[in-house]
């Protein structure tokens, strides 16, 4: 499985970016253990204190797209030190911030800037320009594994600094590993002799964007990673509600997260070799099918705590495999210079539709008592998104327009 990655340089590479990713990804999925400890000290109410991590949610998918814009022009590293100093700031400030705006400028804003500029988009992106294509797939779930290791990581750290030294501890506490990541920004980013880029046309950024823009391929790509953010975001929010409609304890809902980050890390490896052996819009359209059989086969399971397990491990290995395949699509159509950008713009689709995922799944809670509809939905989205990645090419589009 990693046999591409026997190059010591390509390694420390890869290893760099996983690195980096599980300290901005692992701060990030692990915001939600501050919710309770934040309403206590500050009276702001659950409602106030939601708007700031909704307003996160969107922020770290709209940034992606224009953080991997300048870390296509001017290089990712300044990017990832401006990124990850962000998100040590905004940890730093939260705990003097006594009001709804002070959040979301802090944890909504600030934070989630911070660790989406030093995320897929960007890390992937500057892996690529570093070594060769048939390493590229293998990389690339190696990095994702480091975001899955992180959420693993993080939560049980910062939980029990919580207990110890208190939220506001935690976060100070958090801003510190943040800027631990600070040196391996450096190994990400050191020169190359012949960066893999130099040999692609390159007519510039917009240029890329509005020829991304036009093709059917990538535009089916941002169609099957938006349902998978609707997905993600369904379930990382309202999993404990339907534990606790279900009539279990809240542990079930702890455990289920816990396990779905452990089984993505194998998850991400497994999708990184698969790019390397299989088209990678097949290994899309068997996630997402999967996604939609074990939703069916939830739905027709006892609520049991057993249940709970097994259905978080099945879709713990696809919850953000996906991304190592779309990145190679969008790494095959338009080659590494803008993979950052491109890359960027199916991240920033991937959040629009965890935005609705769980705002939506609120609304049906609220309209219908429980999730019903929203897991009819799901399922009948992740079948659409497998049915749609079929019809994808993976030729790279340049060569189509070179010999017209």
Not at 278 to 291: D, E, F, I, Q, T
Request: aromatic share 10%; charged share 10%.
């Amino acid at each position: 499985m990693f046999r591409s990655l026997r190059s010591p340089d390509v390694l420390i590479t890869t290893l760099a970016a996983a690195g980096i990713l599980l300290v901005t990804m692992g701060a990030r999925q692990s915001m939600g253990l501050f919710v309770s400890p934040l309403n206590t000290a500050t009276g702001l109410g659950i409602a106030t204190i939601s708007l700031a991590m909704a307003v996160a949610q969107f922020a770290w998918g709209a940034i992606q797209p224009v953080a991997g814009a300048v870390a296509d022009r001017h290089g990712a590293g300044p990017v990832l030190v401006g990124a990850l100093l962000l998100l040590a700031l905004g940890s730093a400030i939260t705990p003097f911030m006594d009001s709804g705006l002070g959040l979301v400028v802090t944890i909504g804003l600030m934070s989630a800037m911070g660790s989406g500029a030093a995320s897929f988009s960007v890390l992937i992106g500057a892996a690529a320009q570093r070594m060769p294509p048939e390493a590229r797939g293998t990389a690339s779930g190696v990095i994702n594994a480091g975001g899955s290791f992180g959420q693993f990581l993080f939560a049980p750290i910062l939980q029990k600094l919580i207990q110890t030294v208190g939220w506001m501890g935690a976060m100070w506490g958090m801003a510190l590993m943040t800027l631990a990541a600070l040196p391996l920004i450096r190994r990400l980013t050191r020169p190359v002799e012949k960066p893999v880029h130099h040999a692609e046309t390159d007519h510039g950024v917009m240029r890329a964007i509005r020829d991304a823009m036009k093709d059917r391929s990538y535009l089916l790509l941002h169609l099957g990673f938006f349902t998978c953010g609707f997905h993600i975001a369904f379930l990382v929010t309202h999993l404990p509600g339907e534990v606790a409609l279900c009539g279990l304890p809240p542990t079930v809902a702890s455990w289920s997260l816990a396990i779905i980050g452990l089984a993505n890390i194998f998850g991400s490896l497994y999708a990184g070799a698969c790019v390397g052996r299989y088209r990678s819009k097949y290994v899309l359209a068997a996630m997402y099918g999967s996604r939609a059989l074990l939703v069916g086969w939830y739905l027709m399971m006892p609520s049991s705590e057993w249940t709970f397990y097994l259905f978080a491990a099945g879709l713990g290995f696809t919850w953000l495999a996906t991304v190592p395949p779309t990145a190679a699509i969008v790494g095959k159509l338009f080659g590494v210079r803008y993979l950052g950008t491109l890359f960027g713009l199916t991240l920033l689709s991937h959040q629009t539709g965890g935005f609705l995922g769980a705002w939506l799944g609120g609304l049906a809670v609220v309209e219908f008592g429980d999730f019903s509809w929203m897991w009819y939905a799901d399922m009948a989205l992740a079948a659409l998104a497998a049915v749609i990645n079929l019809p994808i090419r993976e030729a790279p589009v340049e060569r189509k327009l070179a010999t017209a």
